[in-house]
């Protein structure tokens, strides 16, 4: 019986200013490019209610400091799971 030997797939990738990017890549920095841009659009003052006290902070550091949460989780997620 013939055995099927697949070859490992590369990363789809493009080719910018010569050299090869991934694709996963361009919409990473495209994804933190408009995270960015919202965070500073955003800069009135909000109250949150955190279980007992109040506090008033601007927009853009919760907004700020919730991107580096996602991204902390994300980023422990995505190591756990290439692991298995």
């Known amino acids: 019986m013939a055995q099927k030997t697949s070859r490992p797939h590369a990363p789809p990738t493009l080719t910018?200013?010569?050299?090869?990017?991934?694709?996963?890549?361009?919409?990473?920095?495209?994804?933190?490019?408009l995270a960015i841009w919202f965070i500073a659009v955003n800069?009135?003052?909000?109250?949150?209610?955190?279980?007992?006290?109040?506090?008033?902070?601007?927009?853009?550091?919760?907004?700020?400091?919730?991107?580096?949460?996602g991204m902390v989780l994300g980023g422990y997620l995505f190591r756990r799971r290439?692991?298995?």
Request: proline share 4%.
């Open 16 to 33: 910018v200013k010569g050299r090869n990017v991934r694709i996963r890549t361009i919409g990473v920095v495209v994804l933190a490019g």
């Open 43 to 69: 800069t009135g003052s909000v109250a949150i209610r955190l279980w007992i006290p109040t506090v008033t902070l601007p927009l853009w550091a919760v907004l700020a400091v919730t991107l580096f949460a």
């Open 82 to 84: 290439a692991r298995r």
